[in-house]
């Protein structure tokens, strides 16, 4: 399936939602004029369903259409709770949304951050991981949907063994992760944000991209300068022409490659400058 290139609307929202923002209208209107095939929405509040109509309208409008949804769960409690149910009920309303505006992809992250390893046992949060995932995951099947974990160097279960040992114990076909290029350079390479002794490869990404193979749910590109993530592509030392055609390989469904940039006051400028950078490996490769 041909590859089509879509941007996330966090990069247009300010940090933790506030601030000023772009409105979505505007937002769409610059990726279409940018040359974007998608957006990838993420939503610190889920819109009424009256909003979801006219967000349906205005896609429809710039003839765009929907990556995925990255809904904002860190208000949940998922890894420090003893019951999940809290968690499931955010995901279902997450799920409800994803349905209504025919998006495919419902994406996840472990929520807390690493400390927590430092405060309970590995093996429960494991188990308790896996199974509060497990109903949540069974719950996007029903609706025919599919579920991608965003690993993060500033979320527990960072290191490689840590996303190997979720997949183990999740097998279904209709969950995998999402590899962000700028995220996986912190997890693989450089260790960052990891508890105790560190675990990085000495293949670097390419060795993380071949443990998961098959998992790759979907992909998403930023650069990273080893200490951040959500950089512009070519600003920082991600080997995007070394990266790109192992993912290529991945069969992700419906093909799309995410930009995930940081917002900021150049959003505009730096969209533009990684799509360029993406589309010149993507030529070379012969798309």
């Known amino acids: 399936m041909a590859k089509r290139i879509s941007m996330g609307s966090w990069a247009f929202v300010s940090d933790q939602g506030h ?3 772009e409105p979505i209208a505007d937002l769409l209107a610059s990726l279409r004029e940018l040359g974007f095939d998608g957006v990838e929405l993420g939503a610190h509040d889920l819109p009424t369903v009256d909003d979801r109509d006219r967000l349906k309208a ?8 929907v990556s995925a949804f990255v809904p904002d ?5 998922l890894l420090d709770a003893r019951d999940g ?22 994406c996840v992250d472990t929520v807390q951050s690493p400390a ?24 996007a099947g029903d609706l025919g949907l599919r579920v991608g974990w965003r690993f993060d160097p500033d979320r527990a279960f960072n290191k490689p063994a840590d996303i190997q ?12 992760v999402v590899y962000d290029t700028g995220r996986a350079e912190l997890v693989a390479v450089v260790g960052r944000g990891q508890e105790g002794k560190p675990e990085t490869l000495a293949g670097g990404q390419l060795e993380l991209i071949a443990r998961l193979s098959g998992r790759i749910a979907h992909v998403q590109l930023s650069d990273s300068d080893g200490s951040r993530a959500g950089l512009p592509l070519g ?36 969209a533009a400058e990684s799509k ?10 012969g798309r």
């Open 165 to 176: 040992r979720v997949l183990e114990r999740l097998q279904q076909d209709h969950f995998g």
């Open 58 to 65: 205005a896609l429809a409008g710039q003839g765009l259409e």
């Open 276 to 285: 360029a950078a993406l589309e010149r490996v993507l030529d070379s490769q």
């Open 85 to 106: 149910a809290g968690y499931v009920r955010g995901f279902a309303e997450a799920c409800r949304f994803a349905v209504d505006l025919g998006i495919g992809l419902v």
């Open 235 to 270: 600003r920082g030392r991600v080997d995007l022409p070394l990266l790109v055609p192992a993912l290529a390989k991945e069969q992700t469904p419906q093909g799309w490659w995410t930009l995930a940039l940081e917002h900021g006051p150049d959003v505009r400028e730096h």
């Open 116 to 139: 927590v390893h430092r405060e309970d046992d590995y093996r429960d949060l494991l188990g308790r991981l896996a199974a509060t995932w497990e109903r949540c995951i069974g719950q």
């Open 19 to 21: 601030g000023e923002s």
């Open 73 to 77: 769960l860190r208000k949940l409690h």
